[in-house]
């Protein structure tokens, strides 16, 4: 028994796709930060209500510094989320991460630098813990889920997150090398930092497509190839989501959860109507905001 979970996932085109959802159907949404990157697909998968979003939009129109991520994510809240999975592609920073390879990541590095990462501004601070961006027991669910489905996953891991579009200098990616990271992407930040906020319970399955440009003995990373092994990628990735829909973890017991009781910092008297209007989706109608999420 699932109790009615909503499982929102974001990432490349196709993964809306699982054979056997019932009731589909594509909703546009607007919210307080704009609309989201494209029609959200909901649907039903056993007990359990899937949303369906790719990032990029369909026909992969936006650019990884383009995407609404707020609207993205905010989006799927209003949907009545319950857990969020994000499914992207990402380069292989680990010889033993070969191309193909699923990285189920519990660490970010946000190298990131002109993206709106919160939901809090214009008069309203708010400060959530990101020490462990992801939560571990949907983290886990993820995993063995891939694992069910035949794909040669790695538990844990950290995922460098660029800014692009461009890739990386050779240079760059030898330093990230240095610091041991596992997958490097440009798309994990600030969806991870959003969900938190959200309060959401956040997992990433990252799918390795290319080693960068640091291995010696392999081809630079070129967006074709990239395209060439995303595409064998996302028949499993469905499997998987569809083997997650059945094994979800109780949200109640998320680092995610009630991560805002205690991260407002400004006074109830000094937020402005507009403010306490465009967090409404989160916060409900309360007249104070310093009373905690609902």
Known sequence: MNNGYVLAVIGGSGLYEIEGLADVEAIAMDTPFGPPSDLIVRGRWGATTLLFLPRHG??????????PFRANVCACKMLGATHLVSVSAVGSMKEAIFPGDFVVVDQLIDLTKQRPSTFFEDGLVGHVS???????????????AAERVGARTHRGGTYVCIEGPQ???RAESLLYRSWGVSVIGM?????????????????????????DCWHETESDVSAGAVLQVMNKNVAAARRAVAELAFALPD?????????LATALMTAASQISSTSRGRLEWLFGKSPSLSTGPR
């Open 58 to 67: 369909r026909g992969h129109r936006f650019a990884p510094h383009e995407i």
């Open 130 to 144: 990101l020490a462990d961006p992801v939560c571990d027991q949907l983290s886990s669910a993820l995993a063995s």
């Open 167 to 169: 890739f990386s200098t």
């Open 187 to 211: 798309t994990a930040m600030p969806e991870a930092k959003l969900a938190r906020e959200a309060e959401l319970p956040f997992a990433l399955l990252a799918l390795a497509t290319d080693y």
């Open 251 to 259: 949200p109640a017991t998320s680092r995610a959860t009630g991560s």
